[in-house]
């Protein structure tokens, strides 16, 4: 394949003698400092004799021939299995540097099977028609914690190829990722994928397609990322189907930060899609929503690594690399234009992302505070959706209250933090935002239940609701309406989607869906059911802080706000979590459930009565004093509140409560 | 040593006991994670190991560190299992080592092994003391445990014992899954019935690996009941002391001076010579660098432990080392390099001697609790009921006995800590 049509004059560089010399050699992602994408990219590059080198797409850079697109799906639907099958086809990656789920360059992504991060990547293909076309393609997350990720990388599109599994059919999170394409004004392109499983039933689906979702499905393609069977249908679908951008060439630029991610060597690398205008290395440009101005150090494309290029013109996708360390400077959403003369109203952005759960992380060796706080800083660069501000706790020291999108997105946090910046953490158990209104007229941001006003204050408590749409076969509804009843959820409607789906729609508290819904929800549905969500407002609820006493005192890291209907309940069901958890102790360690003062259950964990190993001669001995300091390992991920060791397993007790 | 107690003899020579392991038995219980396994007795197994133990012994005699034994173990495993050859290995010994005079020599037994003949060979070789594995008098708890006796032929091999004029231990357990408090009063019954003058108690651990943490882990049988086990223990202490046997050590019971004179060795810090698979060695450090000089201690024919210890520490004060489980190695190289070295400071031993000698009734002195850096721990001990000082000794109470481990690692890790600094 030519990639190669035109050469562009470098301006930095000097070709050597006649001929510039050409080679094919592998551009590794490493040179570039990224390490972001193990891969090497397969390009015909221009070697000047000094200086770096330089890569031009310039017939391809013609708008007519850019398509721009997502790849959208329910979780695990093969997403990103079709875009390795996609680099594959372009050539875009070289046969050896083939890895499963080439752009989920994370370990946690790999191991996982998931998307967390959204990435672009541009491949160039020749259509049936001959012509060689820029095709800009953005695998995005599929889980409902990282719709943010989905919605930013629309912005970038004409149009989504929504993928949908051949034998799992239409699920809550293609309905919702469907609607915000629609919404969005997107062409999308259905795709049955897997058709290659022999439960594969892509009639049904193409069905469930058209009335589930109202898309004419009869051009459906059929897809299967394992094989790459219609891989190249899809993209002569992408070429045919989804319009060219359009932009102005000649107006000032404008282009759309939709990603952005930090280099710890170049700053701050930002993704861009450029609107109308262009923009070369060595301008001046503005990030509009912050005023700062700012040298355009290099622009480039990710292929998938990253690959400087001279220019980015109107209706291109690529990166932009300022020279900016501050992450707060170049933000998601914000336009950048030219220093001078530059556009004056920006693009319209979109909403900053809001944490919807809270926990504490606390290091269980307190002299890891520092380091907590350090590692935290870092994780923020690359994933401006996590925030944190320092809380102390009498029972865990020093800390912080973490924000997240989801569970998920707590869960990947955390492992990251242990994983990448060997930290032992314990995190509490999760809590939502409560608007809490005291009788003084004060409206209380309350995070944590230790920041809980008292109780005789508090005028009312409001806390964040969402719509949960749960797509299930109907042998499976009866199952899902007693969780949802026993959740708080108020059913709103439902409907058949096809003979073998059911959407239903529920108002359920936030707070309720995090402890423990999904899998609940899963397990009760023998893992039909699937489940999508989004926030639609504070609404007023009874809600309580029940404290957990040990020995007496009050363990703050254990409180919690609870419905007052559920108190009792939940209160009796954790006290007797927790006797099993909590070791035997020197002592009697009696366990209460309280609200203010009142107790509404009570357990104990009986004193120790014997431990003692009998047998101590020779060989025993070394032994012996092997067991008593694994034994004093043990208990270092014990914390100690007042006299009493408790299991880290402790604090997320709250979340396994079944009913 | 830090507690004075006499590790060299009258005549200079360093004062030492003796442990064999004998790793066969006739079938593995269900409790047991020691080294050891059936013998399929292939012929001559028995004599082969006998030869080894003799080279083995004779290698440490050699090295001067067996001129005044006061006491030798032949533990297992079943010692008894391999019959005739055990005879063998007894003399062997007897004439290779210098036993000090009156000095005890154990063999461990169990009850289907044990057979009068097989005693007398082996009292008129020198054993003055079995030790017999009787664990139950209730057949229903000895077929839990995987043993293969049952309580008749129990009570019949203590009689034979006893007859020929030995010494006899006992060994009891309790907190056996679905061993009742009737069941365990039964059991001490016939233990006072039998006139033995050593009893050990022993509350059941399950120990992972065997076949009773599988039965229990996998819900075949019920688990373990501490507070049960911890009945049964104080009920021992009450019924063997009424019927004369004193509680000397957390599970060891004695008339008075019938104590194990080998395993009071164990926690007085007196050195050690192990021989056999899995058995520990513990002997002073200076002895390594003394033995520089002697030939034998570095011969690489010999591989002895001279040079496979290592070069010792700076500081240490004691070298405890450990061959490997692995029999056929043993068989193949009698004097072979141990698997597992420690070097103990004198910090170190201190902390041990102390965390060991809270285990004995008499439990240690002032001036032992000082040099093990033990003080402030054991004055947190006495607040919370688990130790005692009178008479410038430190004692565990009652409390203390069954809540064993809280003292000893106290002791340890503060006798550790700062060791390290």
């Not at chain 1, 897997?194 to 193409?206: H, S, T, W, Y």
């Not at chain 1, 029972?395 to 997240?404: H, K, T, Y």
């Not at chain 2, 049960?228 to 004695?254: C, D, I, K, P, Q």
Request: proline residues 5%.
């Amino acid at each position: 394949m030519q990639f190669l049509s035109t050469q562009l004059w470098c301006p930095s560089t000097q070709w050597g003698a006649d001929e510039p010399a050409k080679s094919s050699t592998p551009l590794s992602s490493a040179e570039e400092g990224t390490g972001d994408a193990s891969v090497s990219v397969r390009a015909d590059v221009l070697i000047p004799a000094h200086g770096a080198p330089c890569y031009t797409f310039a017939d391809m850079s013609q708008a007519s021939h850019i398509r721009n697109f997502s790849i959208i799906a329910h979780i695990d639907h093969g997403k990103s299995t079709l875009a390795d099958r996609v680099l594959e086809l372009t050539h875009t990656v070289a046969d050896r540097d083939m890895v499963e789920q080439v752009l989920d360059s994370m370990d946690i992504e790999r191991e996982r099977g998931i998307t967390i991060k959204a990435q672009a990547v541009r491949v160039l293909y020749t259509a049936a028609d001959g012509e060689t076309y820029q095709l800009n393609l953005i695998d995005t997350p599929g889980h409902v914690d990282f719709t943010y990720e989905v919605s930013r990388s629309l912005q970038a599109c004409e149009g989504v190829l929504l993928v949908v599994d051949a034998a799992q059919g239409v699920e809550a999170q293609t309905v919702a990722n469907a609607m915000m394409a629609m919404n969005a004004g997107l062409e999308i392109i259905p795709l049955i994928n897997k058709i290659d499983l022999p439960a594969a039933e892509p009639e049904r689906v193409r069905h469930e397609i058209e009335e589930g979702l109202a898309i004419p499905a009869d051009e459906a393609v059929l897809t299967s990322g394992k094989t790459g069977e219609g891989v190249r249908e899809a993209l002569e679908a992408v070429i045919a189907r989804i319009p060219a951008p359009e932009g102005d060439p000649e107006a000032p630029l404008k282009a759309l930060i939709f990603d952005s991610y930090f280099d710890t060597y170049r700053g701050v690398v930002a993704l861009v899609r450029i609107v109308d205008g262009s923009v070369s290395r060595g301008m001046k440009v503005r990030m509009m929503a912050t005023n700062t101005v700012t040298d355009v150090e290099e622009v480039g494309v990710r292929r998938p690594a990253n690959m400087p290029v001279e220019t980015l013109s109107f209706g291109e996708v690529g990166y932009l690399i300022t020279g900016l360390k501050d992450p707060a400077l170049v933000k998601v959403g914000d336009t950048v234009t030219l220093a001078k003369h530059g556009a004056i109203e920006p693009l319209p952005g979109y909403r900053e992302v809001k944490p919807m759960v809270f926990t504490g992380l606390f290091p269980i060796d307190g002299d890891q505070y520092p380091d907590l706080r350090d590692a935290l800083d870092k994780l923020q660069l690359n994933d401006p959706a996590l925030i944190y501000e320092p809380e102390s706790s009498h029972a865990l020291g020093f800390g912080f209250r973490v924000g997240f999108l989801g569970l998920l997105h707590m869960e990947v946090v955390k492992e990251r933090l242990e994983r990448e910046f060997d930290l032992d953490l314990l995190a509490t158990a999760p809590s939502v935002e409560y608007h809490v209104y005291t009788t003084a007229g004060d409206e209380v941001i309350v995070h944590s239940p230790q920041d809980m006003p008292e109780t005789g204050v508090i005028e009312r408590v409001e806390e964040p609701y969402l719509r949960a749409t749960v797509l299930v076969p109907p042998d499976y509804v009866g199952a899902v309406m007693e969780l949802a009843e026993s959740r708080r959820a108020t059913f709103k409607d439902m409907q058949y989607l096809s003979a073998t789906t059911v959407e239903m729609h529920y108002d359920i508290p936030l707070s309720e869906l995090i402890m423990d819904f999904f899998d609940q929800l899963k397990s009760r549905t023998r893992g039909y059911a699937s489940l999508d969500y989004e926030y639609i407002g504070y609404r007023v609820s009874k809600l309580v802080k029940l404290d957990i006493l040990l020995a007496g005192k009050v363990v703050d890291a254990l409180s919690f706000i609870v419905h007052r209907d559920k108190a009792y309940q939940r209160g009796r069901v954790l006290t007797e979590k927790l006797r099993e958890i909590i070791p035997r102790q020197m002592f009697e360690v009696p366990i209460q459930a309280a609200i203010g003062g009142k107790v509404l259950a009570r357990e104990t964990v009986r004193a120790k009565r014997k431990d003692v190993l009998a047998k101590c001669y020779g060989g025993d001995i070394t032994r012996k004093r092997k067991l008593l300091e694994k034994q004093k390992k043990g208990k270092k991920r014990m914390k100690n509140v007042g006299n009493v060791e408790v299991p880290q397993d402790a604090f997320m007790a709250i979340l396994k409560v079944d009913e | 040593m830090s507690d004075g107690h006499d590790t060299r003899g009258a005549g200079g020579a360093l004062r030492t006991s003796l442990y064999i392991h004998v790793p066969f038995c006739v079938l593995k219980c269900a409790y047991c994670s020691f080294h050891s396994g059936p013998v399929s007795l292939e012929p001559g197994v028995g004599e082969h190991f006998s030869w080894a133990v003799a080279e083995s012994v004779a290698h440490w005699a050699e090295l001067g560190v067996l001129d005044d034994v006061v006491s030798v173990y032949i533990g297992g495993g079943t010692p008894t299992t391999i019959g005739e050859p055990l005879v063998r290995l007894v003399e062997r010994i007897v004439n290779a080592a210098r036993l000090a005079p009156g000095a005890e020599v154990t063999v461990e037994t169990n009850p289907d092994t044990t057979d009068p003949a097989l005693t007398e060979r082996l009292v008129n070789v020198g054993v003055n003391r079995f030790s017999v594995g009787v664990q139950s008098f209730d057949d229903e708890v000895l077929r839990t445990l995987g043993r293969c006796h049952t309580a008749t032929s129990a009570v019949r091999a203590i009689g034979d014992l006893t007859a020929s004029g030995v010494r006899v231990a006992l060994d009891i357990m309790c907190g056996v899954p679905g061993q009742t408090g009737e069941s365990w009063n039964l059991t001490l019954e016939h233990v006072l019935d039998a006139g033995v003058g050593h009893v050990s108690v022993y509350p059941l651990t399950l120990e992972e690996g065997t076949l009773l943490a599988d039965s229990v882990r996998t819900g075949a049988m019920g688990g373990l009941d501490d507070d049960l086990a911890a009945e049964m223990m104080e009920r021992a202490s009450e019924v063997l002391s009424r019927g004369g046997l004193e509680r000397y050590e957390v599970a060891s019971y004695a008339r008075p001076g019938d104590e194990s004179v080998h395993n009071r060795g164990y926690w007085t810090g007196r050195p050690y010579v192990g021989v056999g698979p899995s058995a520990a060695s513990m002997l002073p450090a200076d002895l390594f660098d003394s033995a520089i000089s002697c030939e034998a201690w570095n011969d690489p024919g010999v591989a002895g432990v001279g040079n496979t210890v290592g070069r010792v520490p700076e500081g240490t004060t004691r070298v405890r080392f450990v061959r490997a489980a692995d029999t056929s190695g043993f068989l193949r190289r009698p004097v072979g390099p141990p698997d597992e070295v420690e070097y103990l400071s004198v910090a170190q031993a201190a902390a041990e001697d102390a965390m060991l000698g809270l285990r004995l009734a008499e439990g240690i002195p002032q001036s032992l609790a000082e040099s093990a850096g033990a003080l402030g721990a054991l004055a947190d001990l006495a607040r919370r009921g688990l130790v005692e000082q009178s008479d410038d000794r430190w004692r565990v109470t009652r409390a203390g006995w069954l809540l064993g481990n809280e003292v000893f690692e106290a002791v340890w890790l503060a006798g550790a800590r700062r060791g390290l600094a």
